[in-house]
T-cell receptor
C-alpha cells in the first residue's frame, strides 16, 4: 500500500534559521501531496499542496515541490519564526480520496 | 463557515466498556473520514464515507469498531468493547468529494483514554 516517510524529529532551530523537513513517499498511480500543520492546542490544518509532478505548493513562506523522480515533497522555509513551532505532517491522497500520513515532525523555534 | 464539529472532546473509560463519538462535517461536504491518531504517530484512516455509503473500511477493526453516516450528514463511530490499545485521538475530517486533490478539513478530535 501507499506510505509516507518523514524525517524524524524533534527539530529545534533558532529564529531566522533555514528549515528543511524531508518527506518521501511510495504510491501507485499519481497521488496529490500535502503538508498539514498542527499548532499547539489546535486541529490539523492544510499548509500547502501540490497535485502533479513539478508543481510547487507555497503558503506562509513555506514551499514544497512535487518531485516524481525522487518521490519526494520536502518542506522548506527560508527564515523560521517562533510562531512556526508546530507538528508538521506530510501526506498523500490517491485518486479515490484516501489519504496516508507520515508520523509528523515536531518543530520548535527558539527566540 | 462552521468547521467540523466533534464530541466529546475527552473521554475516559475502563477496558471492555463502550464509547461513541459524533461528528458533524462542513455543510455540503460529501466525503467524511474517521482517523485514529495514536500519540507520536500520524493519523491512520479507519473509514471513508461518500454521502451515506462506505468507500473504504479496510482498516476498521470490525470486531469492535462500527461507524455509520445516516442521511449523508452526521456520523458516529462506536467502539465496543474497548481495549487499552484503543487509547488515541479520533479525528473526523470532511472534504467536498473523493478527488485526490481535495483538501481535508479536520475537527478538533476526540481524545479517548482506556484504563
Amino acid at each position: 500500500g501507499d506510505s509516507v516517510t518523514q524525517m524524524e524529529g524533534p527539530v529545534t532551530l533558532s529564529e531566522e534559521a533555514f528549515l528543511t523537513i524531508n518527506c518521501t513517499y511510495t504510491a501507485t498511480g499519481y497521488p496529490s501531496l500535502f503538508w498539514y500543520v498542527q499548532y499547539p492546542g489546535e486541529g490539523l490544518q492544510l499548509l500547502l499542496k501540490a497535485t502533479k509532478a513539478d508543481d510547487k505548493g507555497s503558503n506562509k513562506g513555506f514551499e514544497a515541490t512535487y518531485r516524481k523522480e525522487t518521490t519526494s515533497f520536502h518542506l522548506e522555509k527560508g527564515s523560521v519564526q517562533v510562531s512556526d513551532s508546530a507538528v508538521y505532517f506530510c501526506a498523500l491522497t490517491d485518486n479515490a480520496g484516501k489519504s496516508t500520513f507520515g508520523d509528523g515532525t515536531t518543530l520548535t523555534v527558539k527566540p | 463557515e462552521a468547521g467540523v464539529a466533534q464530541s466529546p472532546r475527552y473521554k475516559i473509560i475502563e477496558k471492555r466498556q463502550s464509547v461513541a463519538f459524533w461528528c458533524n462535517p462542513i455543510s455540503g461536504h460529501a466525503t467524511l473520514y474517521w482517523y485514529q491518531q495514536i500519540l507520536g504517530q500520524g493519523p491512520k484512516l479507519l473509514i471513508q464515507f461518500q454521502n451515506n455509503g462506505v468507500v473504504d473500511d479496510s482498516q476498521l477493526p470490525k470486531d469492535r469498531f462500527s461507524a455509520e453516516r445516516l442521511k449523508g450528514v452526521d456520523s458516529t463511530l462506536k467502539i465496543q468493547p474497548a481495549k487499552l490499545e484503543d487509547s488515541a485521538v479520533y479525528l473526523c475530517a470532511s472534504s467536498t468529494g473523493p478527488s485526490g486533490a481535495n483538501v481535508l478539513t479536520f475537527g478538533a478530535g476526540s481524545r479517548l483514554t482506556v484504563l
